[in-house]
């Protein structure tokens, strides 16, 4: 266990969260690990969907929704920003990137995401809604299983984006020690455990270390975002020089955070950094 440090304040009225969050982190942690292992495949749960619980057809299948959930979830032709992973019309150019990132300078290549959806999202946006409501649920109850479904989907269907990029190593967004208790939420580390078993390339979970305490970004103005992630994320001494590396997330809403992490691993030597996030959110 870490302990924390006079560089690393954490607020006071989180302590009582971290100590609740202590109670649950054994369990959840344990979760994360099964899937860090298993990677995927589907021996260590019921055979029901990960998102409506029906049981699956075969009963041994490896995949982890069932046909109707990704049907409704998947769309195969949705093209995307290849710069900032938003969902683009069919003629967005992918190098100079869409109206979402015109005027925006980032420290990696590229990006992929299984799909979009608006923070704002009306009732017809069927699809966006659906990924929102999944990505939501795998925070709260559904957990790695649900996200490891929900990676296994953007592997499958962004499958020549992954093949053409043959990563060296997969870096997952990392967390405050204190934030991991509090949340139990490891889902970079589901994401990047499944992809790096599938892909057969080294998870390096340890590259970065996030060095404070950190609002949720998500409960920021966009204005607020970066100065909140401002020098938030250190190099934690692997070598990483030369390296192409994709840095993995849920989601991806201003790209704050994986600028930061993609320039701490940038800083360190490594030769060009990716990311694949599993929705990208836009205003
Ligand atoms: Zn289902
Ligand atoms: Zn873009």
Redesign the pocket.
């Known amino acids: 266990m870490t302990t924390p440090d006079s560089a690393s304040p954490v607020p006071s009225s989180a302590w009582s969260r971290v100590a609740g969050g202590l109670r649950h982190c054994g369990a959840r942690l344990a979760a994360g690990a099964r899937w860090a292992a298993e990677a995927g495949v589907d021996t260590l749960y019921p055979h029901t969907c990960a998102a409506c619980e029906t049981e699956l057809p075969d009963g041994r299948s490896a995949r982890l929704l069932c046909e109707g959930c990704r049907s409704r979830l998947v769309r195969l032709d949705q093209a995307w ?1 290849r ?2 992973a ?1 969902p ?1 019309g069919p003629y967005a150019a992918s190098e100079t ?2 109206r ?2 015109l005027n925006e300078a980032f420290p990696f290549e590229s990006a992929v995401t299984l799909g979009g959806y608006r923070e704002q999202a009306g009732p017809t946006d069927g699809h966006g809604s659906l990924l929102r409501s999944l990505i939501l649920q795998a925070k709260a109850s559904g957990g790695p299983r649900l996200t490891a479904a929900l990676t296994q989907e953007l592997l499958e269907v962004r499958r020549g984006w992954f093949q053409n990029l043959a990563p060296d190593a997969i870096v997952p967004v990392p967390h405050f020690w204190a934030q991991r208790l509090v949340r139990g939420d490891l889902a970079p580390q589901t994401i990047g455990a499944v992809l790096a078993r599938q892909l057969r390339r080294p998870l390096q979970h340890d590259a970065v270390r996030k060095t404070r305490w950190t609002l949720p970004q998500a409960r920021l103005p966009g204005s607020n975002r970066r100065a909140n992630l401002r020098n938030a994320f250190a190099w934690a001494g692997r070598p990483v020089a030369g390296l192409r590396l994709l840095i993995v997330d849920d989601v991806m809403t201003t790209g704050a955070t994986v600028k930061g992490v993609a320039k701490v691993l940038l800083e360190a030597g490594a030769k060009e950094v990716h990311v694949a996030v599993l929705a990208r959110s836009t205003g």
């Open positions: 920003c710069r900032c938003a683009a990137g869409c979402e990132c």
